[in-house]
């Protein structure tokens, strides 16, 4: 059974969730997303100082069952990368929302964020 959404997060439909912290965001994907992955073997993470856009893919994540990007849901750049990832792709399995993080960004527009889910519109949509 997946793991309540927090709160504090947005969301995307492709089932990303950011953290915000001033103009720096966390993303990674949701414990209902890695749980249809199920087993993340690799995890093909981006470099720093890549700028993104709404739908760039930033990451691969490579389960058992599949192959699936992760994308970015706003723009900015790319500052940091889980590299702890490389060694134990599984944490996304074991900590979705914490230790599972997949990249920190500068945003760069802020009002890219009123477009995303919070947690009760992601659990409404995840239960369509």
């Known amino acids: 059974m997946a793991k309540p959404n927090p709160e504090n997060l947005k969301y995307t439909k492709e089932h990303e969730w950011l953290l915000v912290e001033g103009d720096t965001v966390t993303c990674g994907i949701t414990d209902h997303a890695q749980e249809l992955l199920s087993d ?33 849901p706003v723009s900015g750049e790319i500052t940091e990368v889980n590299e702890a990832l490389e060694e134990s792709p599984d944490l996304v399995n074991k900590d979705a929302f914490g230790e ?15 477009g995303l889910l919070g947690s009760a519109e992601y659990d409404a949509f995840i239960a369509e």
Request: glycine residues 8%; charged residues 25%.
């Open 100 to 114: 599972g993080w997949i990249v920190k960004m500068k945003i760069g527009d802020p009002s890219q964020l009123d």
């Open 40 to 72: 993340i073997v690799f995890v093909e993470l981006p470099e720093t100082g890549r700028m993104v856009k709404p739908g760039d893919p930033v990451a691969v994540l490579e389960s058992v069952k599949s192959v699936s990007d992760v994308y970015s």
